[in-house]
């Protein structure tokens, strides 16, 4: 039989630090120990972005708790303005946040996960940090269905090379044997959804290897695409809430329940046909990342 996690939910979004309490996130925290926020701080001219204003009571109560947290990313695989950790830097700034740290290339945590599509998988420094608390703004994505927490670790806290093997799949490519770019940050980087969807999914497993970690979605500004679009287009439904779990698929599947039931279909389905999301939360289930059996607790 299917277990079954809690997952907590308020409309009032800026309850976040009261959710992470009930939700048991606060015995994450031990004086001292630092506290990787793990966020997304959005391609400038994208305003769908997690603002800093809903994520900062986590970030006080944290520090209440005697940890020290800092927010951090990766940089993209494609070039941009979050390409390169001072442009990165520079975007965050812009976008309100302070304390933040984004690792250069070389700072690479190498982690062996031995599954099927990953022996080793390769992420940004600060994924070593003992406790994680991942900040996730929830929307739709082209090539993934939904961006949700799941995605927010294992794309996100992928170095640029791992990004680059998470998104190319060059197996069945008929040039692959006189090819000289597939293992380079030049590759094609277009795989399938689901290999994408699996291989992110690796990354997560990876990211949370011997971790304390716990998992925050805020279903706000629901975009059709990624924040890593330099515009978003406009919400494909109203505001939902904040949720919260020390379970990351319980969470997402909640998530994306919410999202349809608010707009009586699977209307991220229907934005992408050719991306069916629920192969994120099926692989993570059943490499014991967590359940997608869940209870909704409404405070
Ligand atoms: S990088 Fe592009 S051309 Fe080269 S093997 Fe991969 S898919 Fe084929």
Known sequence: MRAV???????????????FDLAGLDKLIS????????????????????????????????????????????????????????????TAKDHGYANVTIPEENDCEQVEVRLKHFRNIFLGGTART?????????????LTGFGGTLKNLGMGFATRLGKLKQHQDCKACAELKACKKNLTIEACWIGSSTIVQEKMVEYAFGALKGKKAGFINFITDVSPNCDCFAHNGPPVVPDIGVLAST??????????DLVNQAAGRDVLRELYPEADWSVQLIYAESLGLGSRGYELVVI
């Open 31 to 90: 004086p001292n120990d630092s506290v990787a926020l793990k966020i997304h701080f959005g391609e400038p001219g994208n305003t769908a972005y997690l603002k800093p204003e809903r994520v900062m009571p986590v970030f006080e109560k944290i520090t209440a708790l005697g940890g020290k947290p800092f927010f951090t990313d990766c940089n993209t695989l494609y070039k941009g303005p979050r390409g390169k950790t001072k442009e990165h830097l520079q």
């Open 5 to 19: 996690s809690k997952v907590y939910f308020t409309k009032d979004i800026s309850q976040a630090a009261t959710l």
């Open 247 to 256: 379970d990351p698929v319980a969470l997402d599947q909640a998530s994306i």
């Open 130 to 142: 003992k406790t994680i608390v991942a900040l996730t703004h929830f929307k739709g994505h082209e």
